[in-house]
């Protein structure tokens, strides 16, 4: 009880001073939870600590410091800080691609819309640095007869500060009217081609964000 009113004591003390002073912020949550960890800290010592050596002491409890500084480190970062953590990204069924690089694309553009086969691109938003063959990109191209046409949808979960946490990203196959569809309800997203010798497309994979 006297380790309880000290530990009380003295979290009371600075939040008062952080009440009058107007530095940081008080919290009843805070006095609380501080008094709790200065009890589970007088616990430890009592009954963990108090028997050994004054080297075993020191180890053990440099251990049970970096363990809880640790965790309460990280739980601060996710709370106050989470874009200083790097955000998950995850993969699903990137089979599709079926042994094809998903991001040794020719070029990305807007797409406008697909219809009778052929792919519309809005001028003037063709990136095509990646551009393996020697023809100048153009604002539509041909499906290819073997054409795979994908759908990548980006899925992000955010953090209680509104930061992304985990990017999911998933990819699904779809035949050309599905995919033509998807774009005319997504008005004008961004599509990734791979054009092959022939100047026509042999992959399309078109972007849908999720949860924005």
Known sequence: MVAAAICLFVSLSFELIQLITGWG?????????????????????????????????????????LVV????????????????????????????????EKDSYDLSALCVGIRD??????????????????????????????????IKRMAYQYSPNGNIQKTTVSYTSVDEKSAMEIVKVEENGFVDLWINDDNECEMFVFTVYEGK
């Open 25 to 65: 912020a008080t919290d009843i949550d805070d006095l609380i939870l501080n008094t709790i960890g200065g009890v589970i800290g007088v616990f430890i010592y009592t009954f963990l600590l108090k028997g050994l050596d004054k080297k075993a002491q020191i180890s053990l409890a440099t251990l049970l410091f």
């Open 69 to 100: 500084f640790g965790i309460c480190g990280k739980m601060s970062l996710y709370l106050y800080a989470p874009n200083i953590l790097p955000a998950e990204v995850v993969y699903e069924n990137e089979a599709v691609f079926k042994g094809g």
């Open 117 to 150: 086969g052929v792919i519309y691109l809005e001028e003037g938003s063709i990136n095509a640095e990646q551009m393996k063959s020697q023809q100048d990109p153009k604002e539509q191209y041909t499906l290819s007869d073997d054409a795979v046409l994908i």
